[in-house]
C-alpha cells in the first residue's frame, strides 16, 4: 500500500432516485487507495446502484464521483479506469477464457497481449482452462476469470458486485480468501458489495452498513461490532440483545440506568444516545459476552457486573458453544452464546438464572429507533 | 407405408441376465413402444405430404411424351440439361433477386429487432404485434398493394423522380425510364417487404436472449458502444442472422408473386418459370426437372453458407 491518492475513491453528495423513489440518498464516502472496503446491506438497500455509480453503469442524480483526483462523474463506463466484478460475472459466452481475459488489454490497443493473459491465468490457478469456453467452466473457476479479466487492465478501483453469491458455503469461504490474497498481492483499491455480513468482516479493512439508502453506520468490522450506533447495525452484524432501560443517575463517566426491577451500567462513551435522566436508552449487550450462573450460585457473581435474571427457555447444543434462549422479565428472548468449556448440568430449560456481563460491554442506543430493525433482513438474505 | 408402421421391432425383451439380479423385472413391452407410437403421426405426415410428393416429382422429370399421348418414364436425363441451359438467366435472377432481398431485410430488420429487444421496454408487445400484422391479410393481397403504392402517377414515383433518385436507379439498370412498376426494383422491394417478418423474427429472439449485463461487461472493459455491438452483441446474434436469412432467401429464391404482380417479362424468376410449365405449357418433366434443379441448387448455397457461417461454434 502507498500513500499515492491516485486510488480514492470520493463521492460527494451521490444520490440516485427513480421517479419518486429514492434509491440512493444523497452520500458522502471517502475510500482510501489500497483498501478493502466493503458495502453492506441487505437487497434493495442501495448498495449496487452506489456501486454502479462508480462504475459509471449508473448516472447520479446528484453528487459527484472523483477517482484520485480526476472528477469522473461525466464519464462513460469504458473511459473510466475501474473494473467491475460482476454478480453473474457476465462473462461472453463466444469468446474463450483467454479472448474473456483479453478482453480489455484488446479494446485498449495492446497488441502482445500473450504473456500477460497468461499471466493472469497463472494468478488464478486457470492457466489449463485458457481455451475452454465458459460455460465449460464451473461457478468457481468462471468466478475466477470474471476476477482475471477485471485485474489484467490494472485498475485504479476493482469494484465487486456480490461476486460470491453464486457460489456455495465452502468454495465462498476459500475464494473470500484468495480474494483477500490478490487484493493484498496487487494493492488495488477493491471495492466490495455483499449482504453476508461474515463475507464484509472476514475480508474488508472497512465497512460501510447500508440501509434503505442511506449509510448507518461506517467503521472497521471490530468497530461495527462491538460499537454499533443504530438498532439496525446491532442487529445485522451478528446478533445483539436489546432492552429498554431508563436514565436513573449518572456516576462519573457511567451512566446507571433502571430496566425491569434491576440496575445496569453503561460506560457513557459507548452510548450514542442522548442521555438525560428520566430518558429512555437502549442497552445493547452481544450474546457471547454474557455468563450464565444458575440462580442458586448467584452469590458467587462479583460486583460491579451487570445483571438480569430469567429462565431458561431453551438451549441447544452447538458443539463449541450452546446457545441459550432466556425468558426475562426485561427482553423476552435474550440469547446467551456460552462456550463449552466447563458445562454446568443444572443449565437446563426451566432453570433460573442469572445473567451478568461486564459493564464494558454494554452499548447504548437512542431508544426513539425501530427495536427491531435489520432483524428481518438478516433472515431474508 | 407397411415397412414403417412395424418399423422398429423391439428387440425380445433379453432373458433375465443372471442370478445375481432375479427381482429385475423386465421393462414392460407397451412402455418401450411408446416413442415410436408418438413419432408415429409426424412420420405420416411426412411420408404423405413430403416423401410421396417427392418420388412423384422425380419420376415426373424421368419421364416423355405429350398431354395427348400421356408421359412415360422412359429415364429421359437430358430434360435436366435442357431445362438448365434454357433457363439459367431466370435462375441466376432468381439467387440475385433473393440475395438483394434477403440483405436489404438483415438491413432494415437488424435495428428494428435490435430496437424491440433492447430499446423499446413497455412497447416491446406492441411493435411485435405491428411486425406480424401484415399476415392477418393475404400474401397476394399485400403484393397487390405494393402495384398502387408503386404506381407510375403514385407520391413514391412521383417524389423519387423528383428528387432524381430514378435517374442514379434508371442508370444501376434497377428501374426503366420514369416507372418502377415492372422493373427489377419493384420486385425487390416486394420480396424484401414480404419476407422482412421472417428476418426480424428470428434475430429478435437471438438478440432477446443476450443477457445486457454482457453489454454492461463489454463497456466496463474500455468496449465503445460501436465496438460493444461489432465484439460482442452481433456475434451473439449470429444465429438469429443465420436462420432470418435462411427463412428469408429460401423462400425468395422460389419465389413467383411478386416477379408476376410486380414485374415483367424482363424480370421473371425462375419460380415463374416453373409455374408456366406446370400450369400453361404443362410441360411436366421440364416443370419437375427445374424443381429439383432448384431445390439442390438451394441446399448446395445453404450447406455451403452455414459452413462459413460456423453457427454450430456458438453457444
Known amino acids: ?381 | 407405408m407397411a415397412t414403417l408402421t412395424e418399423a422398429p421391432p423391439p428387440p425380445p425383451p433379453a432373458s433375465p441376465p443372471a442370478p445375481s439380479a432375479p427381482e429385475k423385472k423386465p421393462p414392460r413391452k407397451r412402455g418401450r413402444l411408446t416413442p415410436y407410437w408418438l413419432l408415429l403421426p409426424g412420420l405420416l405426415w411426412l411420408v404423405v405430404f413430403f416423401a410421396l410428393p417427392m418420388i412423384y416429382q422425380a419420376s415426373t422429370s424421368v419421364q416423355t411424351g405429350s398431354l395427348e399421348e400421356g408421359y412415360k418414364v422412359t429415364w429421359h436425363l437430358a430434360t435436366y440439361w435442357d431445362a438448365l441451359s434454357e433457363y439459367w438467366p431466370q435462375f441466376l435472377r432468381s439467387v440475385l433477386y433473393a440475395t438483394a432481398a434477403t440483405v436489404l431485410c438483415l438491413v432494415l430488420g437488424y435495428p428494428l429487432a435490435y430496437l424491440i429487444a433492447f430499446r423499446a421496454g413497455r412497447w416491446r408487445n406492441l411493435i411485435m404485434v405491428l411486425v406480424i400484422a401484415p399476415f392477418f391479410t393475404s400474401f397476394l393481397i399485400r403484393t397487390l398493394a405494393w402495384k398502387t403504392i408503386l404506381a407510375d402517377s403514385g407520391p413514391v414515383v412521383s417524389f423519387l423522380n423528383t428528387v432524381h433518385v430514378l435517374d442514379v436507379t434508371d442508370w444501376l439498370g434497377w428501374t426503366s425510364g420514369d416507372r418502377v412498376l415492372a422493373t427489377p426494383l419493384a420486385v425487390v422491394c416486394g420480396l424484401t417487404y414480404n419476407f422482412l417478418p421472417f428476418m426480424i423474427l428470428p434475430l429478435y429472439t437471438s438478440l432477446e436472449r443476450i443477457d445486457v449485463r454482457l453489454h454492461e461487461a463489454a463497456g466496463d472493459l474500455y468496449a465503445t458502444p460501436l465496438t460493444t455491438f461489432r465484439k460482442v452483441t452481433f456475434p451473439l446474434s449470429m444465429p438469429g442472422v443465420v436462420s432470418g436469412t435462411l427463412l428469408t432467401f429460401i423462400p425468395a429464391a422460389g419465389d413467383y408473386v411478386n416477379a408476376e404482380l410486380l414485374g415483367s417479362t424482363d424480370t421473371r424468376m425462375i419460380g415463374n418459370v416453373i409455374q408456366t410449365q406446370f400450369l400453361r405449357v404443362l410441360d411436366y418433366p421440364t416443370a419437375a426437372a427445374l424443381s429439383f434443379i432448384l431445390m439442390a441448387a438451394i441446399l448446395l448455397m445453404v450447406t455451403l453458407y452455414i459452413r462459413r457461417a460456423g453457427t454450430e461454434d456458438l453457444v
Open chain 1, 1 to 381: 500500500m502507498t500513500t499515492d491518492s491516485s486510488g480514492d475513491v470520493r463521492l460527494s453528495g451521490i444520490g440516485k432516485t427513480y421517479g419518486a423513489f429514492t434509491a440512493v440518498h444523497p452520500l458522502d464516502l471517502t475510500v482510501p487507495q489500497g483498501s478493502f472496503f466493503a458495502l453492506l446491506g441487505a437487497s434493495g438497500c442501495g448498495k449496487t446502484t452506489t456501486l454502479r455509480m462508480i462504475a459509471g453503469l449508473e448516472e447520479p442524480s446528484s453528487g459527484t464521483v472523483h477517482l484520485g483526483d480526476q472528477d469522473v462523474t461525466a464519464l462513460p463506463p469504458y473511459k473510466r479506469p475501474v473494473n467491475t466484478v460482476f454478480q453473474s460475472y457476465a462473462l461472453f459466452p463466444h469468446l474463450d477464457i483467454f479472448e474473456n481475459v483479453a478482453f480489455g488489454l484488446r479494446r485498449r490497443g495492446i497488441k502482445s497481449v500473450k504473456k500477460q493473459v497468461e499471466d493472469m491465468l497463472e494468478l488464478v490457478q486457470l492457466g489449463e482452462q485458457a481455451r475452454k469456453k465458459p460455460h465449460q467452466l464451473s461457478g468457481g473457476q468462471q468466478q475466477r476469470v470474471a476476477v482475471a479479466r477485471a485485474l489484467i487492465n490494472h485498475p485504479k478501483v476493482l469494484l465487486l458486485d456480490e461476486p460470491l453469491g453464486a457460489l456455495d458455503l465452502k468454495l465462498r469461504r476459500q475464494m473470500q480468501l484468495e480474494l483477500k490474497r490478490i487484493q493484498t498481492e496487487v494493492g488495488i483499491t477493491f471495492v466490495h458489495v455483499t449482504h453476508d455480513q461474515e463475507e464484509a468482516m472476514t475480508m474488508a479493512d472497512t465497512v460501510a452498513v447500508m440501509n434503505a439508502g442511506r449509510v448507518e453506520q461506517l467503521g472497521s468490522p471490530t468497530d461495527l461490532y462491538e460499537n454499533p450506533q443504530t438498532t439496525f447495525v446491532a442487529n445485522f452484524l451478528g446478533t445483539s440483545n436489546l432492552i429498554e432501560a431508563e436514565v436513573d443517575t449518572k456516576n462519573g463517566d457511567d451512566i446507571v440506568l433502571r430496566a425491569g426491577g434491576g440496575k445496569l451500567v453503561l460506560p457513557e462513551a459507548r452510548c450514542s444516545a442522548p442521555t438525560t435522566a428520566g430518558g429512555k436508552v437502549l442497552v445493547g449487550v452481544r450474546p457471547e459476552k454474557i455468563s450464565l450462573t444458575h440462580a442458586d450460585d448467584a452469590g458467587e457473581i462479583p460486583e460491579g457486573r451487570n445483571r438480569i435474571t430469567g429462565r431458561i427457555a431453551h438451549s441447544s447444543f452447538i458443539g463449541v458453544s450452546t446457545q441459550y434462549v432466556i425468558d426475562s422479565q426485561v427482553c423476552p428472548e435474550f440469547e446467551v452464546y456460552a462456550q463449552n468449556i466447563e458445562r454446568d448440568p443444572r443449565l437446563t430449560p426451566g432453570a433460573d438464572v442469572v445473567l451478568h456481563w461486564s459493564p464494558v460491554h454494554t452499548f447504548g442506543l437512542d431508544a426513539a429507533q425501530d427495536i427491531d430493525a435489520g432483524i428481518d433482513e438478516q433472515a431474508a438474505v
